[in-house]
């Protein structure tokens, strides 16, 4: 007995601790959900320096410092000699709309600098933003930099798992946002100045220019020419290489040379240098912080303008050693450049070694000139003869030989390259890393609805990366979509007879905030085909680059499918849709390019896997018998209302929706009852007779009870639209006078002139606890509408008949009702009175028919209360309901 209380003991104290743990990470979780996704799904790049105060000092010092900062460089041969430009740098005055974009598109969330503002403050006063673009006009005429720019605070941020050492660690600053809005400015002019005069070219350098989806690109283009030769049987060299400390160890006049001869103005290039001429920092960590350094070499991580420095100055060192060698050719015969750089990841590529050699000797010389360094142990090599990697050819910077892919992988712009030259490698190991994910994520004590959150916001982004660069057959993503849905059916409490359908469909009647990983990879892979075909780069759109998918679905295919959509719409026009007006939806435009191109390739793509699933679940029965509520209002499930919700409100709703709720119809289909038997009348208990149809339930008074509390929830949203309306008055409707060539002026949302506002003196009858009896003095009937409205100064009458059918009958039941009280608002228009008659169906699980929406629009409750009042109409029906099928078997005692 001693040993069994013993046990008993240990397993309340292990429970304790156990739910103690579980609302300590439900708490963090609720802190920060972001964060607590970053951590329990793991870092790529985490760790805590443990380094002393004195070898920060030292390491700072060192890698800041430049004795030869007051040298030229000298003279360089290779250099490129830049033409003079056809456009003229804007050397005119900052203007209000440059400083506002550039404050508009800043995160609000961005860590303010040593000035202690953020961009928050500069986005919510429009006054003190002009302050500020009059003081940073001063600064932009007089050519110089105030002090109080030229410090910053730095972070030290870690590239590696795990990492402890400096060598482990970038420094990321955070300066004045003042700063970062002035050199913005300044950075998106010189972009605009560089991108006119084609200084930069693109095919070459993708990173830091605006509109670039250079990363993308680049990895398209180098896996495509090696696939190619691979398959070819050709030969293909390429270099991966690693500069060390590339933006902490450009020097500053590299910088200068870089923009003078690039011709940019010497007011310009002034400026910059005056701002990297004593900018000071300091790097925290932890409770340990640095003293104060000088920044002699180097650009400033967090600059709004070192990004487009570094790009440029890279920019003109690899097109200085492109002449040493001419590029790969594509299978479409399109000649690609030799060397492609994104920031400092330089790619080199030729169809001979020794061309390579040549264009890694250039490189070399050039990268020494500018007092830089390539790293050897950080950089790969592969080379390819008849197909096949041959490691008997070595390269090799300074004397050290640069390792080849056989010996490590490289991961280059976030795509792994081995040896083996094909993807199985990294797409088994990214199916891996999912199940790890979902099964952290499952064992980390949350509730089921926080953990979809952590799927939808934390695992999806993560794996759609993975997904898009390497080859994966889309029936491998099937296999993860299945592994992801039954993860989340098990997180939500749903049976897993429940389709995916259900999960994902953009269209159902209920909505839920979840994303189809198959349809997110879809859409990215479209838009990967589109990318490239209306590439900017020329090099890039003609090098016919394959987006392989698979044989069972083809990007290029579902592209071209879409394509033919739209043109077809194009063709057929804008289609009215129920009783909205004329341009109400924009038609679409065949000639669009770029990003809104995409966006229409990509809403194809949606539009045709949900018209998949739509005729899946038109197949289906009982699963897909929403497809037939025609009259009802469709509900999308937010992710505010997800957290909010009881888990077994959703858990419920979703199921009745469906119909996989464990009625005894389903339970004995399901081999788990003997008989289908109702417990009430013995008749067949599907979810339609229990919550509808039941006659014994029927004479109990449930029905009674839940059209009740339905009625309850909408008499309380007319008499708050009755008090609403006491204190407005309609405004007139009016039709501004637009001149040809004038834009119409914005007109502001008027509150309609509604039933409720034609009279003060409503009185409002409900059918509730008393039997109400229409008034006598109006028309002498035994019809009981559920609420009749009735003003004696304008002889008006509103009558209102709820009905909470099943979602199956709305329609039917609107003609039933509607037919039912014709001949007393017949009799009323008899005896002088304007009645209206207003027949409202709320399905028996939560769906408002359009009845009711247009019920509370004649009356005048509109917007936001008219959503408000819909939105507890059909909570109460779904609560209502709920507790009928919790006491479906039990006696009833009017609802308790």
Known sequence: MCILRKNIRVLRRAEWHRRRERARKRAAFIANPFKFTKDLLGQKRSGKLASSQEDIDQHLKQTYSDPAREQELGECNNLIEPPEPDVQFDMSELQLPEVREVVRKARASSAPGPSGTSYKVYKNCPKLLLRLCKILRVFWRRGRIPDQWRVAEGVWIPKEENSTQLDQFRIISLLCVEAKVFFSAVSKRLCTYLAKNTYIDTSVQKGGISGMSGC?????????????????????????????????????????????????????????????????????????????????????????????????????????????????????????????????????????????????????????????????????????????????????????AIPTITEKPVKSLGKVFDCSLRDATSIQ?????????????????????????????????????????????????????????????????????????????????????????????????????????????????????????????????????????????????????????????????????????????????RAAVEETRTCKAVGMKQQGAWTRWENAVERKVTWAELWKAEPHRIKFLIQAVYDVLPSPSNLHTWGIAETPACPLCSKRGTLEHILSCCTRALGDGRYRWRHDQVLKTIAEAISTGLEWAKHVRPSKKSIAFVRAGDKPTPVRRTSSAGILMSARDWQVLVDLEHQLKFPSHIVVTTLRPDIVLVSESTKQAVLLELTVPWEDRLEEAFERKLSKYAGLVSDCHQAGWRARCFPVEVGCRGFAAWSLARAFSTLGIEGERKRRAIRSTTDAAERASRWLWLKRGEPWSHGS
């Open 429 to 605: 190991s990214t199916c891996t890393e999912l199940d790890s994910w979902l099964k952290s994520v499952d064992k980390s004590g949350l509730p089921g609805k926080f953990k979809a959150w952590v799927y939808q916001h934390g695992i999806l982004p993560r794996i759609l990366w993975p997904l898009l660069v390497y080859a994966v057959p889309i029936s491998t993503v099937e296999t993860l979509e299945r592994r992801v849905s039954n993860h989340l059916r098990r997180w939500l409490g749903l049976p897993r007879s429940l389709s995916s359908i259900a999960l994902y469909g953009n269209t159902n009647k209920l909505q839920l905030p979840f994303k189809s990983l198959e349809e997110e990879f879809k859409v990215t892979r479209a838009r990967e085909v589109v990318q490239y075909r209306d590439a900017s780069d020329p090099k890039v759109a003609k090098a016919g680059i394959q987006v392989r998918t698979g044989r069972k679905w083809r990007a290029e295919e579902a592209v071209q499918e879409a394509d033919a959509r739209l043109r077809q719409r194009c063709l057929v026009g804008v289609v009215t849709r129920g009783r909205a007006g004329l341009g109400s939806f924009p038609s679409p435009q065949m000639n669009t390019r770029g990003k809104e191109r995409r966006r229409l390739v990509q809403e194809e793509v």
């Open 216 to 400: 993308l690109e680049h990895t398209g283009v180098v896996t495509q020419l090696i696939r190619e030769a691979r398959e070819n049987k050709g030969n293909l060299s390429v270099l991966w290489l690693d500069l060390a400390n590339a933006y902490g160890s450009i020097p500053h006049t590299l910088v200068q040379l870089t923009l003078t001869k690039h011709h940019v103005p010497s007011r310009c290039r002034d400026l910059i240098a005056d701002y990297y001429s004593n900018f000071r920092m300091r790097v925290s960590s932890g409770a340990i912080t640095s003293s104060w350094h000088k920044v002699e070499i180097g650009i400033i991580t967090g600059c709004t303008i070192s990004v487009t420095l570094f790009s440029l100055a890279m920019n003109m060192l690899t097109k200085s050693a492109e002449p040493e060698c001419r590029g790969p050719r594509t299978n479409s015969g399109q000649r690609q450049p030799p060397i492609r750089a994104f920031m400092d990841d330089l790619t080199v590529m030729t169809e001979s070694v020794p061309g390579c050699r040549w264009i890694l000797k250039g490189l070399e010389k050039l990268v020494e000139w500018a007092r830089m360094r390539f790293k050897p142990i950080k950089s790969r090599s592969m080379v390819l003869r008849k197909g096949k990697v041959e490691d008997k050819f070595r390269f090799h910077i300074s004397g050290t």
